[in-house]
């Protein structure tokens, strides 16, 4: 099985400054046949059910803010919030979708500083 | 409008059974990967088991064994049965759907609110 680890644990940045949450797998999520990494990054806020933000690493689904942008490839990814909001809040998951069992990484807590 | 909306969670002792009920709305259950995900108190989320749109099933070596995912298609209701429980299987519970198929088919893009089951005796 793949296992996803995430870094930090917690992290407090201020309101406008920029966030950065690490993401590693296992072993490589890149599928060379499709030349896309089978990555998923989700948004959790308390009292709700996760939210999807980025698909593929770095595609930004409708309707998430472009303050929010994935990268990355292979084992080592990266979700950055360029200039962090207060609604912004939550714990950050990443995902790997690439076989099954699609393992969650731990979580990151994002709080304002 | 997509709506996934749990049920059937509650107390249940251990080494007991329970099922757990997701009726969707807005597609059908068997266009789509669907998705069991677990949440325990305070905890990360754990992904369970995908029936995908051709019936396939796979699940989490934490549960393999033990729980077994199934749809009904005709009241478009996906099902997660529940045996032989453990206090750790303590969680809420979310049913997620994926895509209609072919690469993007595991990318869960709908969540219910999700249901809690507590295993306590």
């Known amino acids: ?3 996803m680890t995430q870094s930090p644990d ?32 989700f948004q959790q806020k308390p009292g709700q059910p996760p939210k999807l933000l980025i698909s593929w690493a770095s595609t930004r689904e409708s309707g998430v803010p472009d303050r929010f942008s994935g990268s990355g490839s ?3 990814f990266t979700l ?29 807590r994002l709080e304002i500083k | 409008e997509v709506q996934l909306v749990e049920s059937g969670g509650g107390l249940i002792q251990p080494g007991g059974s329970l099922r757990l009920s997701c009726a969707a709305s807005g597609f059908t259950v068997n266009s789509h990967y669907m998705n069991w995900v677990r949440q325990a108190p305070g905890k990360g989320l754990e992904w369970l088991s995908v029936m995908y749109s051709g019936g396939s099933t796979f699940y989490a070596d934490s549960v393999k064994g033990r729980f077994t ?6 009241n478009n209701i996906l099902y997660l049965d529940m045996d032989t429980l453990r206090v750790e299987d303590t969680a809420v519970y979310y049913c997620a759907r994926g895509g209609r198929g072919g690469i993007a088919a595991p990318l869960v893009d709908y969540w219910g609110q999700g249901t809690l089951v507590t295993v306590s005796s």
């Not at chain 1, 207060?86 to 995902?95: H, L, N, P, S, T």
């Open chain 2, 69 to 74: 995912i199934s749809r009904d298609t005709s």
């Open chain 1, 1 to 3: 099985d793949i296992v």
């Open chain 1, 74 to 76: 292979g084992t080592d």
């Open chain 1, 80 to 108: 950055t919030i360029s200039s962090l909001q207060a609604e912004d809040v939550a714990v950050y998951y990443c995902q790997h979708y690439y076989s099954t069992p699609w393992t969650f990484g731990p979580g990151t």
């Open chain 1, 10 to 41: 917690s992290l407090a940045v201020s309101l406008g400054e920029r966030a950065t949450i690490n993401c590693k797998s296992s072993q490589s999520i890149f599928f060379h046949s499709y030349n896309k990494n089978y990555l998923a990054w």
